[in-house]
């Protein structure tokens, strides 16, 4: 473990900066991270950088990070495994990772955010600047949604986690009807005549729920086929959902949705 507790570094416009930590077994990634934040993310003082689980263990315990820069693939530990290992987390958390298609739609459940490598500094910019904004974010939840994502790849997980101008809604898959585009945004018609607006576009919600029982039927909607409680004939036809709602649908998608359903009922 390197400790870098002493930089000097310039605050944040309330008057404090975030103390971080990097974890990550490969060199270069964590030295060119670490510059990166130097020179782009001045407000983010690099307290200490670890190479494997069980020094970031013990860092952890020692200079009680505001965030962690954690890499998932390590030998040994790997970072969900070093997670688990923590009594509790009150520290903000971004992966680091090399493509991984599994562990990224783990961590897409989770709304936690990540980074590619190499990493880019926009994102990284970005990132940060997320955490800024959700240091009241419910971790502990978010973390219950990706730890149980990736000890169960073949089953789905009951719930997601999504962005909300107010900060993270945990919303179970089964109480959502359907999902409408609003440009970068997209409204969520759930069970008990309730909605919410979430900060991501119908596509994201799209990928997020696609082993569940969701289909897109027009380029502004998908629904929750178990919430179909009528279809009715038309040039694309309509969709009557279990909340009275009318959708409808695109002459494209129409042979897909009743394929859908015809097999539904087999």
């Known amino acids: 473990m390197t400790n870098n507790s002493n930089r000097q570094i310039p605050p944040l416009g309330g008057g404090g900066f975030i103390n971080a930590i990097i974890v990550d077994d490969e060199a270069h990634s964590y030295k060119t991270l670490d510059a990166m934040l130097k020179r782009y993310c001045p407000q983010v003082n690099v307290a ?18 505001d965030l962690v820069f954690l ?55 970005k990132a940060v600047q997320k955490v800024m904004q959700r240091m009241d974010a419910p971790l502990p939840e978010q973390l219950k949604i990706i730890l149980e994502r990736m000890h169960h790849p073949s089953s789905s997980s009951n719930k997601i986690a ?9 919303i179970a898959v089964n109480t959502i009807i359907s999902c409408e585009a609003d440009d970068n945004y997209t409204t969520l018609m759930l069970k008990n005549n309730k909605k919410i607006v979430v900060s991501c576009t119908l596509k994201v919600i799209e990928e997020l729920l696609e082993e569940h029982a969701f289909i897109r039927v027009h380029r502004s909607f998908l629904v ?15 969709l009557v959902m279990s909340d009275g709602s009318q959708i409808l649908i695109s002459r494209n998608k129409k042979e897909e949705l009743l394929k859908k359903l015809l097999h539904d009922k087999e």
Request: charge should be negative; charged fraction near 25%.
């Open 48 to 65: 200490a950088t670890c190479t494997n689980g069980a020094d970031a263990l013990k860092a952890i315990k020692q200079l009680n990070p």
């Open 71 to 125: 890499d998932v693939e390590m030998p040994k530990m790997n970072g969900f495994e070093m997670l688990e290992e923590l009594p509790s987390v009150n520290f903000h958390l971004i992966f680091v990772t090399s493509y991984d298609a599994y562990a990224l739609k783990a961590i897409r459940f989770s709304a936690i955010d990540y980074l590619l490598k190499p990493v880019d500094r926009e994102e990284l910019q």
């Open 162 to 170: 999504l962005p909300t101008m107010e900060g993270l809604q945990m």
């Open 224 to 238: 929750n086929l178990d919430e179909i409680e009528k279809y009715v004939k038309g040039d694309g036809g309509y």
